[in-house]
């Protein structure tokens, strides 16, 4: 039933011709009916749907609830669900081959090229969809906390639950900022709850996750996963960044001690513990997945977190598990169907339960999430399902390089569709996924800014230890901890070092918090010989995957590598 009078209803976020019409302001009329005809423009029927920019996340709750199935959790976080997809689909993304950009981009495997006739094709289905839809929502929000570099994007969707997400995860306008946004930079149409025509040409599947560098758009068909879009977004930062503004974009999270001021960088991919480790109540968080290295400092691309939630308590993530509040997004997390209290351990879901929350939900965020301060230690995390890595290397600027073009770790449970179990796997610049450019130039750019500004580098393994994956056992969080405090502490820069064979690391000898037969993994392990073959054969894995850059890069570099 309709509400007895339209007028209270009406704001500045519900575009519709019959809301507009009740307003009286002058000013305010102008501005919805001019965005109205933007919509129109741009293929939206404003006749039958109605469009809430940016609304509050209250109205986006009161949405998901009545139309999506989503509950309020006992904490206050609304608990959604993605559908069938539950993580990234990396098989299905696509870049448009274009005349702009085609010159620039890594073609292969990562950046499949789609021609822009099924780019239109698939813009047009999502459209299309949307203009089916009661409610579309829309999300105006920035990539970058530095001015000089940031971009303006919009997100178009027809579920409250993706808003509510990109309203965490880009970075909040004022109001101010909104009523003069103009035109975006960058468009994302998520009709994800829409599948993809499978017999259009280049494509593979029903989903289909593909963006345009000439129209600077993205569209997303055949898949509800939210993460698709936040890493949209990241893409398109990694191909802006260093082509039009010349500064680094990483996959990575940041943190700024509070006492010295010293700026760290933690490179890894999903799993390796780049939100939890970056979290630390010592320490400033200045974003915990996306960031970029510029001339002047360090500034968070993100306005929020996406934390894993699997084993999840607050003993251990104090900070993550209380920023599960208000406004925060549970993703595919399983609740008690009375209390309605999540459960952290439950992953008959998936195992990529995830929440997102604005960053100043952490209590020690650096807000603004940029610092004008190059960083002093970069600390490369990974997780080796072998259990044959140091759980702490300190790595020379050639073996930073090697180990950053490498990007060796394992794909853990969850955080890409089908992968149950931990996979080894080499995923260059650790952001292989995400990447645009050749893995080459953010190497040099890298290497230069590490030369420039005199930065350590470690190697951290976040994997198994005393055995591989099913007999050894995860490196223990608070040891893990230890190790990250004695880099910023300067104890691990002035500890004495040992030679890990075969991979030629410089591990440290003794450690405080941290046992001896977790420094040197060979003395984690029963038996000798089986660890030997498993060096060699990661060690052999190394070099295999290495040999897509040998030809590319100084002699040096290569022979910082595992030798055999």
């Given at each position: 039933?309709?509400?007895?009078?339209?007028?209270?209803?009406?704001?500045?976020?519900?575009?519709?011709?019959s809301?507009?019409?009740?307003?009286?302001?002058?000013?305010?009329?102008?501005?919805?009916?001019?965005?109205i005809?933007?919509f129109?423009?741009?293929?939206f029927?404003?006749?039958?749907?109605?469009?809430?920019?940016?609304?509050?996340?209250?109205?986006?709750?009161?949405?998901?609830?009545?139309n999506?199935?989503?509950?309020?959790?006992?904490s206050?976080?609304?608990?959604?669900?993605?559908?069938?997809?539950?993580g990234?689909?990396?098989?299905?993304?696509?870049?448009?081959?274009e005349?702009t950009?085609?010159d620039?981009?890594?073609?292969?495997?990562?950046n499949i090229?789609?021609?822009?006739?099924?780019?239109?094709i698939?813009?047009?289905?999502?459209?299309?969809y949307?203009?089916?839809?009661?409610?579309?929502?829309?999300?105006?929000?920035?990539?970058?906390?530095d001015p000089?570099?940031?971009?303006?994007?919009?997100?178009?969707?027809a579920?409250?639950?993706?808003?509510l997400?990109?309203?965490?995860?880009?970075?909040?306008?004022?109001?101010?900022e909104?009523?003069?946004?103009?035109?975006?930079?960058?468009?994302?149409?998520?009709a994800?709850?829409?599948?993809?025509?499978?017999?259009?040409?280049?494509?593979?599947?029903?989903?289909?996750?593909?963006?345009?560098?000439?129209?600077?758009?993205?569209?997303?068909?055949?898949?509800?996963?939210?993460?698709?879009?936040?890493?949209?977004?990241?893409?398109?930062m990694?191909?802006?960044?260093?082509?039009?503004?010349?500064?680094?974009s990483l996959?990575?999270s940041?943190?700024?001690?509070?006492?010295?001021?010293?700026v760290?960088?933690?490179?890894?991919?999903?799993?390796?513990?780049?939100?939890t480790?970056?979290?630390d109540p010592?320490r400033?968080?200045i974003?915990?997945?996306?960031?970029?290295?510029?001339?002047?400092?360090?500034?968070?691309?993100?306005g929020?977190?996406?934390?894993?939630?699997?084993?999840?308590s607050r003993?251990?993530?104090?900070e993550?598990?209380d920023?599960?509040r208000?406004?925060?997004?549970?993703?595919?997390?399983?609740y008690?169907?009375v209390?309605?209290e999540?459960?952290?351990?439950?992953?008959?879901?998936?195992?990529?339960t995830r929440?997102?929350?604005?960053?100043?939900y952490?209590p020690n965020?650096?807000?603004?999430?940029?610092?004008?301060?190059?960083?002093?230690?970069?600390?490369?995390?990974t997780?080796?399902?072998?259990?044959?890595l140091?759980?702490?290397?300190?790595?020379?600027p050639?073996q930073?390089s090697?180990?950053?073009?490498?990007g060796?770790t394992?794909?853990?449970?969850?955080?890409?569709?089908?992968?149950?179990?931990p996979?080894?796997?080499?995923?260059?610049?650790y952001?292989?996924p995400?990447?645009?450019?050749?893995?080459?130039?953010?190497?040099?750019?890298?290497?230069d800014r590490?030369?420039r500004?005199?930065?350590?580098?470690?190697?951290?393994?976040?994997?198994?230890?005393g055995g591989?994956?099913?007999?050894?056992?995860?490196?223990?969080?608070?040891?893990?901890?230890?190790?990250?405090?004695?880099v910023?502490?300067?104890?691990?820069?002035?500890?004495?070092?040992e030679?890990?064979?075969?991979?030629?690391?410089?591990?440290p000898?003794?450690?405080?918090g941290?046992?001896?037969?977790l420094?040197?993994?060979?003395l984690?392990?029963?038996?000798?010989?089986?660890?030997?073959?498993?060096?060699?054969k990661?060690?052999g894995?190394f070099?295999?995957a290495?040999?897509?850059?040998?030809q590319?890069?100084?002699e040096?570099?290569?022979?910082?590598?595992?030798?055999l």
């Amino acid at each position: 039933m309709a509400p007895p009078s339209l007028t209270p209803y009406v704001t500045p976020h519900i575009l519709h011709k019959s809301y507009a019409q009740n307003i009286d302001d002058p000013v305010m009329h102008s501005l919805i009916d001019t965005q109205i005809t933007y919509f129109s423009q741009a293929g939206f029927d404003m006749d039958k749907i109605t469009l809430k920019r940016n609304a509050p996340p209250a109205l986006l709750y009161e949405d998901a609830i009545r139309n999506e199935g989503a509950i309020i959790s006992s904490s206050g976080a609304l608990i959604n669900f993605s559908g069938k997809k539950t993580g990234r689909s990396p098989k299905d993304k696509r870049i448009v081959y274009e005349e702009t950009s085609k010159d620039e981009i890594w073609w292969g495997s990562v950046n499949i090229k789609m021609d822009e006739h099924t780019f239109e094709i698939n813009r047009e289905r999502a459209i299309d969809y949307l203009n089916t839809r009661d409610n579309v929502y829309v999300f105006d929000g920035y990539a970058g906390w530095d001015p000089k570099y940031r971009i303006k994007v919009r997100v178009i969707c027809a579920r409250a639950y993706h808003a509510l997400f990109m309203n965490n995860m880009l970075i909040r306008p004022t109001e101010e900022e909104l009523e003069n946004f103009g035109e975006p930079d960058f468009i994302i149409y998520n009709a994800g709850q829409f599948p993809a025509n499978r017999f259009t040409k280049g494509m593979s599947s029903t989903t289909s996750v593909e963006i345009n560098f000439k129209r600077m758009e993205m569209v997303i068909l055949g898949t509800e996963y939210a993460g698709e879009m936040k890493k949209g977004v990241f893409s398109v930062m990694h191909y802006l960044q260093p082509v039009r503004f010349g500064q680094l974009s990483l996959h990575s999270s940041a943190n700024v001690g509070i006492e010295n001021g010293d700026v760290t960088l933690f490179f890894g991919l999903s799993g390796t513990g780049k939100t939890t480790l970056s979290a630390d109540p010592r320490r400033l968080l200045i974003g915990d997945d996306e960031h970029v290295w510029s001339d002047t400092g360090v500034f968070n691309i993100e306005g929020g977190c996406y934390a894993k939630c699997v084993g999840l308590s607050r003993e251990k993530e104090p900070e993550i598990f209380d920023a599960i509040r208000f406004g925060s997004v549970l993703e595919n997390v399983v609740y008690h169907p009375v209390t309605r209290e999540p459960d952290y351990e439950d992953v008959s879901i998936t195992e990529n339960t995830r929440c997102s929350y604005p960053i100043e939900y952490i209590p020690n965020a650096q807000i603004p999430c940029v610092v004008n301060r190059q960083p002093s230690n970069i600390i490369m995390l990974t997780c080796d399902a072998f259990g044959v890595l140091p759980p702490v290397s300190k790595l020379t600027p050639e073996q930073a390089s090697y180990h950053f073009l490498a990007g060796y770790t394992s794909k853990t449970p969850g955080t890409e569709d089908g992968v149950l179990e931990p996979i080894p796997t080499f995923s260059t610049c650790y952001s292989a996924p995400f990447i645009v450019l050749p893995p080459g130039r953010y190497a040099e750019m890298l290497a230069d800014r590490m030369s420039r500004h005199n930065v350590d580098c470690w190697l951290i393994n976040t994997g198994w230890t005393g055995g591989k994956y099913g007999s050894g056992r995860r490196c223990p969080l608070k040891v893990t901890r230890a190790i990250v405090d004695a880099v910023h502490s300067g104890a691990l820069k002035n500890a004495t070092y040992e030679t890990f064979p075969v991979f030629g690391l410089q591990i440290p000898t003794a450690l405080e918090g941290v046992p001896r037969e977790l420094l040197n993994p060979a003395l984690a392990w029963r038996d000798s010989g089986a660890f030997e073959r498993e060096v060699r054969k990661l060690a052999g894995m190394f070099q295999k995957a290495f040999a897509l850059y040998e030809q590319d890069v100084d002699e040096k570099v290569r022979l910082a590598g595992p030798q055999l």
